[in-house]
């Protein structure tokens, strides 16, 4: 049984997307930030509410008993140091950022045969991630910079004018190039149109919480629950409660940063993110060696997954 309800076609999931992008961008921009904000919370959280259910297991057998704690501890851990690197180095923070995304989101989006075996990942990855990240500052490189001066207070945000335009030429780059790869190979080709149709016309904001929540996160909640041999949406986050649990939380706490400083809301969201993101791509990436499918992405279906259950 699928984890999420199929759409009628590949075709009528473009347009949905097309249509909210449109929709959002004509709101007022308190709208759009308060839209983004339930899109990347409400349907991005349960994607990584499976990290510690997937892993668990591996962390049981190399660790025993302690496990569980163990890994709790570590992925806690990675939150606090991303924290405390973001706020000591904002730059070298964001930009790392902006790498490990590209990382995440490449190779998480594309069918595992293409994923790469070693942990540096594969080109088709790489550039999927690139495209990803790029798309946005391809049209909207003013908007983009203005996001990153918000992330980086004082001096810092003089850095912001290069990191926006080496976003742009990579964006550039990686489009056409990936283009290139969707059309070579039919498995990567949904993806990469749901991905670009968000990014690359919508303003910055809509079309990445767009991209999060109905490309990246959609997807990698249907993989992930098949990974866990869950057998429905009820049933996979019966078995991640208490982290989802813990993401509604900690949306709580950003939640009333952002009614509480609007002013800082685009920083909030963003750092918010960042934190909560590092120990998810760091120990909550999908297993490289898991078994696959041979053709993962058949066209018609948002929800057919990429791998046999374990
Ligand atoms: C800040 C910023 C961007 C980057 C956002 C990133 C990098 C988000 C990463 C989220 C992750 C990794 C979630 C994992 O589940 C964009 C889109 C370039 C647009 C301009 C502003």
Same mark, same amino acid.
Do not use: N
């Given at each position: ?68 704690? !163990?890994?709790? %501890?570590?992925?806690? +851990? /990675? =939150? $606090?140091? *991303?924290? #405390? ?5 904002? &730059? @070298? ?58 992330? !980086?207070?004082? %001096?810092?945000?003089? +850095? /912001? =004018? $290069?990191? *926006?335009? #080496? ?5 550039? &780059? @990686? ?136």
């Amino acid at each position: 049984m699928a984890l999420l309800p199929r759409l009628p076609s590949p075709g009528f999931a473009l347009l949905a997307l097309a249509g909210a992008g449109a929709a959002l961008t004509a709101l007022p921009s308190s709208w759009t930030l308060a839209a983004a904000f339930l899109l990347i919370g409400v349907i991005g959280l349960p994607h990584g509410a499976s990290d510690t259910a997937l892993a668990a297991p591996r962390w049981r057998a190399a660790f025993g008993k302690a496990g569980l704690a !163990l890994f709790l %501890a570590a992925y806690l +851990g /990675a =939150a $606090l140091a *991303a924290y #405390l690197f973001w706020v000591s180095f904002p &730059l @070298a923070g964001l930009a790392a950022f902006l790498v490990l995304s590209a990382y995440h989101f490449g190779h998480d989006d594309l069918p595992p045969p293409l994923r790469g075996k070693s942990a540096l990942g594969s080109p088709e990855g790489w550039l999927r991630g690139t495209m990803v990240l790029g798309g946005p500052a391809i049209f909207y490189r003013p908007e983009v910079q203005a996001i990153f001066e918000a992330l !980086l207070p004082g %001096a810092e945000g003089e +850095g /912001a =004018a $290069l990191l *926006a335009s #080496l976003l742009q030429i990579a964006g550039l &780059l @990686a489009l056409p190039l990936s283009l290139a790869a969707a059309v070579r190979d039919r498995g990567q080709r949904s993806s990469f149109l749901r991905s670009v149709i968000c990014l690359v016309p919508f303003p910055p904001l809509v079309g990445f919480s767009l991209y999060f929540a109905f490309v990246h996160s959609l997807h990698q909640t249907a993989e992930r629950g098949t990974r866990m041999g869950a057998g429905s949406l009820r049933d996979y986050l019966g078995r991640c409660w208490p982290f989802v649990a813990g993401g509604v939380l900690v949306m709580a706490v950003v939640g009333s940063a952002l009614v509480a400083a609007p002013e800082r809301a685009t920083a909030t969201l963003f750092i918010g993110l960042a934190v909560l993101t590092f120990p998810h791509i760091l120990f909550g990436g999908t297993p490289r060696s898991a078994p696959v499918r041979k053709d993962p992405y058949p066209p018609r279906t948002l929800t057919r997954l990429s791998c046999e259950t374990p």
